[in-house]
């Protein structure tokens, strides 16, 4: 039986980190690190998600603020408490909630976000930055999987690693980070074939795609590192992932469960993020 990632233990580490900065900056700085989050229309699980990050924001400290607008709102309407925040000198990050309703272009409002509030690592200069190696803001869910695959102790540099799901928020940047240290990475995704032997060829399994119980313990390497990103709701209503836990558990080496798995990292490296933003905006 594979051991269990405690996400929930390693977020509460890393928010405490933030916790113990906030003073010091707000000494330094004179105001604290502030984060903005939007919220657009009532999907109730984009609701639990900005509930939680700005409960963590509170956790630490830092200043924050909730602006739910309606579903209705237009687009100009949006794009226009962006720019106002983007003018606003006392706010340091800015995360709008995604997915947003249909009338809204979800690229042009990643796009409006300035470059240096972008928390979520979503604006094209940032997404650029870490494909070219430069010193930029990492997307939160990535860099909390990078987190929870170094607390297992291995070491990447030549290991195989496979990422299912190529999504611009998680599958693609993950997939970057694991390069930079030097594993292999292969990309699979919904067209695959025959991905189980994609995903057996894994010491590192992460999996991104959005199908309860995709992966199952007969696709997994016996000692594999799975993580598991998903975030389902199964017929019962119940919280699931991507990855079968039961039998999967049993091949692997460490597996994270879901809840309490990279769903809290996600929220503890926003933390992060809104501290990096609110320095650097300090050094100009
Ligand atoms: N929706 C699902 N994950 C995320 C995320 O990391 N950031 C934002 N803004 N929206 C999301």
């Not at 106002?84 to 796009?111: A, F, R, W, Y």
Request: hydrophobic share 40%; with cysteine.
């Amino acid at each position: 039986m594979g051991q269990i990632i405690d996400g929930k233990a390693l977020s509460l580490q890393v928010k405490d980190e933030v916790k113990a900065e906030v003073p010091a900056l707000e000494e330094k700085y004179g105001r604290k690190p502030c984060l903005v989050v939007i919220i657009v229309g009532e999907n109730p699980a984009s609701q639990v998600y900005v509930r939680n990050k700005v409960k963590a924001a509170e956790y630490t400290g830092m200043e924050s603020r909730l602006i739910e607008l309606a579903e209705s709102i237009s687009e100009e309407a949006l794009l226009g408490i962006i720019r106002d925040l983007n003018d606003d000198d006392s706010v340091d990050g800015i995360l709008v909630q995604l997915p947003l309703p249909s009338h809204i272009d979800e690229e042009k409002v990643i796009d409006t976000i300035a470059r240096e509030k972008d928390v979520d690592g979503f604006h094209p200069g940032n997404v650029a930055g870490l494909w070219l190696g430069k010193d930029c803001i990492v997307p939160c869910t990535p860099d909390g999987i990078m987190r929870l695959i170094d607390s297992t102790g291995i070491q990447l540099k030549g290991k195989n690693a496979v990422v299912v799901g190529r999504s611009n928020i998680v599958g693609k940047p993950v997939a970057k980070l694991l390069l930079d240290r030097h594993a292999t990475v292969t990309i699979a995704h919904s067209r695959t074939a025959d991905l189980g032997a994609v995903c057996r060829t894994a010491d590192v399994l992460v999996v991104a795609v959005g199908k309860a119980g995709l992966v199952t313990g007969d696709m997994i390497k016996p000692g594999a590192v799975v993580i598991d990103v998903g975030m389902n709701r199964n017929q019962e209503g119940k919280l699931c992932g991507d990855v079968d836990f039961p039998s999967a558990a049993e091949v692997a080496s460490y597996i994270t469960p879901v809840p309490g798995g990279v769903g809290p990292m996600t929220i503890a490296m926003l933390m992060k993020n809104t501290i990096r933003c609110f320095l650097s905006r300090n050094k100009e």
